[in-house]
C-alpha cells in the first residue's frame, strides 16, 4: 500500500508548504504538487500523474477536499476513478475515507459546500463587476487590435490572412474588426 500526497492551490502567489507539510506528517510516501485552478480538472497534470498512479490499496491523501476539486461533478469523477483502481481517499483534515459509508457521506456533503462556495464567490465577482459599470468605473479589457489600421491595411487591398500576419493576431480577429 502506498499512501500518495496531493496538494493544490489555484493561484501562483499562494503557497504549498502548509498543505506538504502535512501530507508528510500524515506519512504520505510520495507527495505531488501543483498551481493550477481547481473550479476545473482540465490541465491539472499532476492530478493526472497521482490517478494513473493509484493500484489497489493505495490511498489517495489530500489535507481537504476542497484542494482536490470545487464542483461536486468533478469531486465525484475523482473518487469513481480512485475506487476503480481499488484505492480509497483521504483527508488530513476532515474525516473522510471512502472506505466506509460514513465517509463517503461527508464527502458527498464537503463537495456540495466547495462548490457552493465557488459559487458564491462568482456571485459576488459578477455583483461587484456589474456595479463598477453602473458607476462608470469597469470598462472591460482594453482593445488589443487597432481597429483603423486594420480598415486601412483592408483599403490598401490586403486581405484578413495578409493583415492577420502583419499585425499578428487571428484572422477571426480582423473579421470582427472589419465588420463594426
Request: glycine fraction near 8%; charged fraction near 30%; include cysteine.
Amino acid at each position: 500500500m502506498t499512501v500518495i500526497g496531493y496538494a493544490h492551490v489555484s493561484k501562483t502567489d499562494q503557497r504549498l508548504e502548509v498543505q506538504e507539510t502535512a501530507l508528510c506528517s500524515a506519512g504520505c510516501d510520495l507527495i505531488r504538487s501543483e498551481k493550477r485552478t481547481g473550479t476545473t480538472t482540465t490541465a491539472r497534470d499532476e492530478l493526472r500523474v497521482v490517478l494513473d498512479f493509484l493500484r489497489a490499496g493505495d490511498v489517495l491523501m489530500v489535507t481537504r477536499i476542497d484542494r482536490l476539486a470545487r464542483s461536486i461533478g468533478d469531486l465525484q469523477d475523482i473518487v469513481l476513478t480512485v475506487k476503480a483502481c481499488g484505492a480509497s481517499l483521504r483527508a488530513t483534515e476532515q474525516p473522510i475515507d471512502t472506505s466506509t459509508a460514513a465517509g463517503k457521506c461527508f464527502l458527498d456533503m464537503l463537495g456540495v459546500f466547495a462548490e457552493f462556495e465557488t459559487n458564491l464567490r462568482r456571485e459576488r465577482q459578477l455583483e461587484g463587476i456589474a456595479e463598477a459599470k453602473a458607476r462608470g468605473v469597469y470598462r472591460g479589457r482594453k482593445p488589443s487590435i487597432d481597429v483603423a489600421r486594420i480598415r486601412a491595411l483592408k483599403a490598401e487591398g490586403l486581405g484578413a490572412s495578409a493583415i492577420a500576419k502583419a499585425l499578428k493576431v487571428g484572422r477571426a480577429s480582423v473579421y470582427r474588426a472589419l465588420q463594426q
